[in-house]
């Protein structure tokens, strides 16, 4: 069929507003990239706008020579990865088992939920909590008191109660128990939402800072994150700067507005390597109880 000249003046305007978001929304990042790469020492930051006009590494030299930064990798990648499937898991073990009106203590369970979904015990009672179970300077702190998140729980819980009672009760009939149900059906049928929730909480494991700075008090057992905060506020000065970094190999020195840049790229790439392998599910899984059938 022929458009007419009102649908096409309309899909112009369509595809120049997306590309106009598109353009907005990517530029930022774009901008810190080329800032990383750029010699501060020959150029002004107000003259770089899409490509540096003096490439250079030395930047990433700066981030990466910091002699617990490999060490700190090791933890962030660890974290996330432990934290992320284990999180998933628990959310997804107790979600399911609300779904259950049969179970002892339901409501109990769901109101706590809920009242933790909405309020905080504190930071003080937080960390006293944490003293109590000896997860003080563990590497533990970073998993156990992420494991549940309520808001996560009531999104799963809302999922499975909208599958048809009929997989389960076809299941129960060939002999399957509520085990068998959960790992054979529930969780490869939810592999979409599942999905999403592993990004989400990667990302959170991933950018997670705070818990290394207040709760971790050993420098071997801090991730990335506060590696590169503690690092880039240690390069305050360029006394600072000489004494805490191995800087002798490097003819110029960065300014710490292309270090910053740097540890922002540096930090975030990996994450962003992880989206394509989660990209199929995580579309779907994002859309779910957006249309109710």
Not at 76 to 104: D, E, M, P, Q, W
Request: glycine residues 4%.
């Amino acid at each position: 069929m022929k458009s007419s000249n009102g649908e096409i003046t309309g899909r112009i305007t369509i595809y120049a507003v997306l590309v106009l978001i598109g353009i907005v929304t990517l530029y930022p990042f774009w901008y810190v990239t080329i800032i990383s790469l750029n010699d501060s020492t020959v150029v002004n930051y107000s003259k770089v706008f899409f490509w540096t006009s003096a490439f250079t590494l030395d930047n990433f030299k700066v981030i990466f020579s910091t002699y617990i930064f490999y060490d700190a990798f090791k933890i962030s990648v660890a974290r996330t990865v432990a934290g992320s499937l284990l999180s998933v898991f628990c959310n997804a073990t107790l979600a399911y088992g609300l779904t259950k009106k049969k179970l002892i203590g339901r409501n109990i369970f769901l109101s706590i939920v809920l009242i933790t979904l909405f309020f905080s015990g504190g930071l003080i009672p937080f960390y006293m909590v944490l003293k109590k179970l000896t997860l003080i300077n563990t590497f533990w702190v970073y998993i156990i008191p992420m494991l549940y998140n309520p808001w996560t729980i009531i999104l799963m819980k809302t999922y499975f109660s909208s599958l048809p009672l009929s997989i389960e009760e076809a299941a129960k009939i060939d002999g399957a128990n509520d085990l068998k149900i959960f790992f054979k059906l529930i969780i490869p049928t939810s592999m979409p939402l599942l999905a999403a929730m592993l990004l989400f909480a990667a990302v959170g494991h991933w950018n997670d800072w705070i818990m290394g700075e207040i709760y971790v008090m050993k420098p071997s057992l801090h991730p990335v994150q506060t590696v590169l905060m503690r690092t880039i506020l240690q390069m305050s000065s360029y006394h600072m700067m000489n004494q805490s970094l191995n800087l002798s190999y490097i003819d110029k020195q960065p300014s710490m507005e292309s270090i910053k840049m740097a540890a922002i790229v540096a930090t975030t790439i990996p994450i962003l390597l992880v989206y394509p392998f989660l990209q199929k599910h995580f579309v779907q899984g994002v859309m779910i109880g957006s249309i109710k059938e």
